[in-house]
């Protein structure tokens, strides 16, 4: 009887060391694919944001130019008035 109880008790420390063992490689590998889900989303919003850089680089540049040949087209019209 006793014999049995330990066997028992012996049986239920198995289960819960096992139950243990998987809850910690369950964690582990959730941490893993949780990092590497957040560094995947990191790479992708670098790069979002340097593409919106980019074209916010572009469109400012596109404006310097419309403003530099406004006022080149503004002083000619300005030189041929005065011309006549």
Do not use: N, P
Not at 8 to 36: D, N, P, Q
């Amino acid at each position: 009887m006793i014999e049995r109880e330990r066997e028992r008790e012996r049986e239920r420390e198995h289960r819960k060391r096992r139950r243990e063992e998987m809850v910690r490689v369950a964690t582990y590998f959730a941490m893993t694919l949780g990092a590497f889900v957040f560094w995947q989303s990191m790479d992708h919003l670098h790069v979002w944001i340097a593409l919106h850089q980019d074209e916010k680089r572009e469109r400012e540049e596109k404006e310097r130019e419309i403003k530099r040949m406004r006022e080149e087209l503004l002083a000619k019209a300005k030189r041929e008035d005065s011309l006549m």
